[in-house]
């Protein structure tokens, strides 16, 4: 755009001035000038420069000059800009900012307090000659919430129709209305300059719809096609459309399904309504499986049916160890070992003996000595004349836990785990007590709890922990005269029995071995 700017110079007499120097500046700076015009034989001057701004104006006519002052505010009660050269127009704003939204004009109306209904409106009219004016048209912006903060407005465009204002749109946020907008669900005005509302288009499509006939009377489902019967739209329902709904031309043979028969190996069918085919298994003969049989099998994406031979699966199954040749799985003649350990579980095991290189269990073993840890639970064993059963002499890791000979006795009494016991009247062990001869002698030690009546574990001879006891490695150990206690202190006393039971190989860690030697003391 460009600055247009235009005046007349005259003097008191209101006399133009002609041949004045009239030059353009920047506001509030005397040079450089920057354009330059002289007042023609009417006073007047004119600029027509091509950067906006704001500018001030030099009028020189011999020693006499007047400047006019650009002033970026000012303000008065009303503007009345009149223009009348031709092809140009009386007002423009400009605002120079350069942003990506600007406000150039501000249209505002003064209310003391704003109420819903209140209007600011732009007016457009035309004057006649005789100065008579004719609105033609306005723009109104209507306060609909004048809430703070929920503030709602429409705006609303109006024309002059056969001599009144009416609304030709309004726009809010109720949506829109106004003479150019049809709400008709028939469109019957069929008119090619209005707009028509979302739910006139709804509706006319509906009854469109609704109004087409069906190839077929009966209507059965929701998903419809509309398609053309010698050039007739219809609406029809998918699941109601048959071969004979088209004509031979579509390639089509014309007739329906008029019955289902089950052939071999399927048992149903039917000629009218819905039919079921199943697969009759009483068809089948019991066979033999050969070498080139199919098997009809699903892929694993549950999708893809497939025919597998015999010979395939015999392959898929034959794993370490085997061959499939022909459909046969067979031994690998080259396996030398199983190299996968299992568990039979139940059974009686038919083949001839098997040697001790494939025997993996350590306690079957019978040619070296057994390092191994653990129970064997049997009628019994033999042992070579060179044989022998090796007890290790290190004390068990946890406190209570023993190795050596162990017997199963009947508790007398409540036992525990480390209790010095005899064996009582009637068979029972209870606690040995070495100053009380009738509780003598003791014949081991309880590995495990008891009570009365129940069975106990008893070490005759082996290695005990029990953290607490508190002994020197070598201390010779004794029956106690605390009841099911032992002792590093050989009793003393009148009538104590003296028996010598063991000797502690840690504080916490004794070699027993019960004899039934004693001393008593007199």
Known sequence: MTVDLSGTFSDDTNTAILGATVELLASGTSTPVLATDTTDENGEWDFNYATPGLYDIRLTNGADVIAIRARDKFQVSKIQSVNSTANQYAGEFTRTEDAASVEVALFEGNRATPAAGDEIYTSFKLSDSAGNQDEFGRITVIATDETSTTEDGDIEFETLVAGSLATALKIGSAGISGSVVKDEDDMVSDSATHVATQQSIKAYVDSYLSSLPDMIVAEVGTDELII???????????????????????????????????????????????????????????????????????????????????????????????????????????????????????????????????????????????????????????????????????????????????????????????????????????????????????????????????????????????????????????????????????????????????????????????????????
């Open 228 to 522: 053309l019967d010698a050039g007739v739209e219809k609406r029809k329902a998918i699941n109601e459309i048959s071969l004979s709904s088209f004509n031979d031309d579509l390639g089509y043979a014309s007739g329906d399904i008029t019955a289902v028969t089950a052939g071999t190996g399927l048992s149903g069918g039917g000629t009218a309504g819905a039919v079921t085919l199943d697969i009759d298994f009483s068809e089948f003969s019991d066979v033999t499986p050969a070498s080139g049989d199919k098997l009809a099998t699903l892929d694993s994406d549950n999708a893809t049916e497939q025919l597998t031979t015999i010979d395939s699966l015999a392959t898929l199954f034959a794993g370490t160890g085997l061959t499939a040749t022909s459909s046969v799985l067979a031994v690998d003649a080259s396996q030398t070992q199983i190299t996968a350990v299992g568990t039979i579980g139940t059974g009686t095991w038919q083949g001839t003996a098997i040697d001790s290189t494939y025997i993996a269990d350590a306690f079957i073993k019978n040619d070296a000595d057994d390092a191994s840890t653990g129970t064997i639970t049997a009628a019994g064993f033999t042992v070579s004349e060179d044989g022998k059963v090796d007890f290790s002499n290190t004390a068990p890791g946890t406190s209570g836990d023993a190795t050596g000979v162990i017997f199963s006795f009947t508790a007398g009494a409540t036992l525990a785990v480390g209790d010095v016991v005899y064996l009582g009247t009637g068979g029972k062990v209870l606690l040995a007590d070495a100053d009380a001869a009738t509780s003598m002698p003791a014949l081991g030690i309880c590995t495990s709890t008891g009570t009365d009546t129940n069975p106990v574990d008893v070490m005759v001879q082996g290695v005990m922990k029990l953290t607490g006891w508190s002994f020197t490695a070598g201390d010779d150990i004794f029956v106690s005269t605390t009841a099911g206690d032992v002792t590093a202190t050989a009793p003393s006393g009148t009538g104590d029995t003296v028996q010598k039971v063991g000797v502690a190989t840690a504080s916490d860690a004794v070699y027993f071995n019960f004899n039934t030697t004693e001393l008593v003391l007199a």
